[in-house]
């Protein structure tokens, strides 16, 4: 749906998965790959939604 709209889009098989795409995103310089939006499936396997959401929240307030 997002992609045929034009949006480029990032995929995690779970909220630990998604949590490190984040994060690599913020260390790595050359991604300079900021997220607009983040859906995260609440009931996600190993982490889910609600941990994954925590760990994106805390990674963002320390770079600002």
Not at 18 to 24: H, N, R, V
Not at 34 to 57: E, F, R, T
Request: charged letters at 25%; proline letters at 2%.
């Amino acid at each position: 749906m997002f992609e045929n709209n034009g949006f480029e889009v990032t995929t995690a098989m779970n909220g630990h998965e998604a949590f490190i795409k984040i994060q690599e995103s913020f260390e790595n310089a050359e991604l300079a790959k900021m997220y607009d939006l983040i859906i995260l499936d609440l009931n996600m396997p190993i982490s889910d939604g609600y941990d994954a959401c925590q760990k994106i929240g805390r990674l963002y307030s320390q770079k600002q």
